[in-house]
């Protein structure tokens, strides 16, 4: 079939750019650190005087996320897979058109994927305070001192957990009594705990 592909901003969607592949660098970097202070239940160090260089961690996490980039690409879309690209905001201008840029485009089948958004939850006050997303968090240079993470589903305790094994001060806030409340009940009882 010819294939058309539309996209807004980023080619890779939220997995390459702002989801899976950003957040296991941190993940890994995250995990070193803890390694690093246990190491000596394995006999190598003392694990007492661990630095972080965070803003190293992020870079590397960046420069993976980069070195992968070319899988998701315009030019390997475009010349290896012959799918014609088009980078800007697709519009339906008809049951059969779809407009992007000014050119119309025409489909026999259309399939809309337009992936995931964080929403900011109710919070009085969350939008003068400022907050980070799936979408900025992975942009930070510095350390965050203290962070709050709203959500207690995998992934904010996934992110609660890197962040505090290189050194924030971390809160998860959770409605309900416990973290990971869609999971095994056991499984979540040791995290909660932890």
């Known amino acids: 079939a010819k294939v058309a592909l539309v996209e807004r901003q980023f080619m890779g969607g939220d997995c390459l750019n702002v989801g899976c592949v950003p957040s296991k660098g941190i993940i890994r970097a995250g995990r070193a650190v803890y390694d690093a202070k246990h190491a000596g239940e394995f006999g190598i160090g003392d694990g007492g005087n661990v630095t972080v260089d965070f803003g190293k961690a992020m870079e590397r996490m960046r420069k993976i996320r980069a070195g992968i980039s070319f899988h998701d690409s315009v030019e390997r879309y475009s010349k290896e897979l012959g799918v014609d690209v088009y980078i800007g905001e697709g519009k339906f201008a008809g049951p059969d058109i779809v407009e992007v840029e000014g050119k119309k485009l025409r489909f026999s089948k259309a399939a809309v994927c337009t992936g995931a958004r964080a929403a900011a939850p109710p919070v009085p006050g969350i939008e003068e305070t400022g907050y980070l997303t ?61």
């Not at 995998?154 to 416990?178: D, K, N, Y």
Request: glycine residues 12%; neutral net charge.
């Open 134 to 194: 799936n979408e900025n968090v992975f942009w930070l240079t510095e350390l965050p001192k203290r962070l709050a993470v709203i959500g207690g589903g995998p992934i904010g305790c996934e992110l609660a957990q890197t962040f505090a094994r290189m050194g924030s001060r971390v809160a998860i806030l959770q409605r309900g009594g416990h973290v990971l409340p869609r999971e095994d009940a056991d499984a979540a009882e040791i995290i909660h705990k932890a």
